[in-house]
């Protein structure tokens, strides 16, 4: 695997806070629509894996017992202490920038749901990612859900399309179209842009998926319906 810090992690931190409109919009959609399909129950304990500012947290911590926020980012940590400060069964942990696959500090089968939503392209190879669902295994309880969310299963202009019309369809619908429309504008989303180009995001093809799964002797399945902002995207559940 990659040795030293994850310059997407470096990113996140250097830069100015994102536009937090494209966040919200993204967590709306994925926690409505994924909640049609896992469900979010009063029992559950759930890993908001890459939590950024807490927007998918914000929209599920009233319906569950718990939920950890976990991000490599001193930024997007700092912003979820902040944000849930009065919010006892909201618990915010600092990943390693160096290991961010390295779950030792969480208590063991501990999880029931782990929500991992627009995370995956930023790491540096499906090795990484092999090494993420080892440490999952480990922390989650027998019949766990993993929700990998908003993964770059290919490349190509015709993706762009349909993540453009559904983060337009998705912004009408939940009320942050201005937001959206603004995002382009704004000085760190051409930041971002500038630098995905220059850096580029990791894509593992659905047949390396299966590849990777099988490996670890591990079930899942992409989801056939839309879970994210993004119609290019996939979702695949994986179940415990």
Known sequence: ???????????????????????????????RR????????????????????????????????EVYCADPSDRYVQHCQERFSNDKNVKVVKLSGLRYFDLEAFPKQHFSKIICHSVLQY?????????LLKAFRTICQSNAQIILADLLVDNGFT????????????????????????????????????????????????????????DLNMQGAFSDERLTINAGHATMLIHL
């Open 123 to 131: 790491y540096r190879s499906p090795a990484e990612i092999s090494e």
């Open 159 to 214: 993706r762009d399309l349909k993540d453009t019309w559904s983060n337009m369809l998705d912004g009408f619908r939940y009320g942050f179209i201005l937001q959206l429309i603004k995002a382009p504008l704004r000085a760190p989303f051409r930041s971002y842009l500038k630098h995905r180009d220059k850096r580029g995001l990791l894509v593992v093809s659905k047949s390396e998926w299966a590849s990777l799964l099988s």
């Open 34 to 65: 994924s909640a049609q399909i896992v469900g979010y129950m009063p029992e559950d304990r759930v890993l908001d894996y890459g939590c950024g500012p807490g927007s998918i947290a914000a929209r599920i911590k009233d319906r569950v017992a």
């Open 1 to 31: 695997m990659p040795n030293g810090t994850n310059h997407w992690v470096q990113f996140w931190d250097e830069q100015e806070a994102f536009v937090l409109g494209s966040f919200e919009c993204s967590a709306e959609t994925f926690v």
